[in-house]
């Protein structure tokens, strides 16, 4: 959903814009939070970087393995099609 806020902010000379203080509050951001980048169309999405499972993009990942976050419903899947594979 987008919201109009009445706000514009310049961008400085290397790239950077300042995110209001009330966006950030209201969306929970504090200093040294990561912020994921993407690009939607013609537009740029700033979304707070929130570790996810690498398959299903479940918020609280079980494990870390090789360096990818599992949820435990993706364990359990794998496993189950790790079985029936040796069937």
Do not use: H
Request: glycine share 6%; aromatic share 4%; with cysteine.
């Amino acid at each position: 959903m987008k919201l109009a806020s009445g706000i514009v902010r310049r961008m400085d000379e290397l790239g950077r814009i300042v995110i209001p203080k009330e966006m950030r509050k209201q969306l929970n951001i504090e200093e040294k939070d990561p912020i994921e980048i993407s690009v939607e169309g013609a537009s740029i999405v700033l979304t707070k970087y929130e570790n996810r499972c690498v398959f299903c993009g479940a918020v609280k990942p079980a494990i870390r393995y090789n360096g990818k976050l599992i949820c435990s419903k993706c364990i359990k899947a794998i496993n189950k099609s790790v079985e029936e594979q040796q069937k």
